[in-house]
């Protein structure tokens, strides 16, 4: 499935983000999907997963209490709402789906977007 991200920006420590992600061509209601980030220099992070039906969410530890995953199946459509942007938290942040897994680990999801950077300033 191709996923677009869009959203990402530059953004003041302790300020709010929402992230997008849209299937233009596929139907997202059968997917598990999530998002990862990547930092330079570093290996892809988990950050959120959420379940077909939205029954289920998962964070890391690192953005637990900060960041939100949601989805809008009608709208092929997941977000992931940032809110009180850390130092830590910019990096490349990528839309991830998996048909049959939920997990945490990059190699979980099968298809993956291009990517859309965040960027936090003091």
């Known amino acids: 499935v191709q996923l677009v991200e869009s959203g990402g920006g530059l953004v003041q420590a302790g300020g709010s983000l929402r992230l997008s992600c849209a299937a233009p061509?596929?139907?997202?209601?059968?997917?598990?999907l999530g998002w990862f980030r990547r930092a330079p220099g570093k290996e892809h992070e988990f950050v959120a997963a959420?379940?077909?039906?939205?029954?289920?969410?998962t964070y890391a530890d690192s953005v637990k209490g900060r960041f939100t995953i949601s989805r809008e199946n009608y709208k092929n459509t997941v977000y992931l709402q940032m809110n009180s942007q850390k130092l830590e938290d910019p990096a490349a942040y990528y839309c991830?789906?998996?048909?049959?897994?939920?997990?945490?680990?990059?190699?979980?999801?099968?298809?993956w977007g291009q990517g859309t950077q965040v960027t936090v300033s003091s």
């Open positions: 991830t789906a998996d048909r049959w897994s939920y997990g945490s680990t990059p190699i979980g999801f099968a298809d």
């Open positions: 061509e596929s139907i997202l209601s059968p997917y598990v």
């Open positions: 959420i379940d077909r039906n939205a029954d289920r969410t």
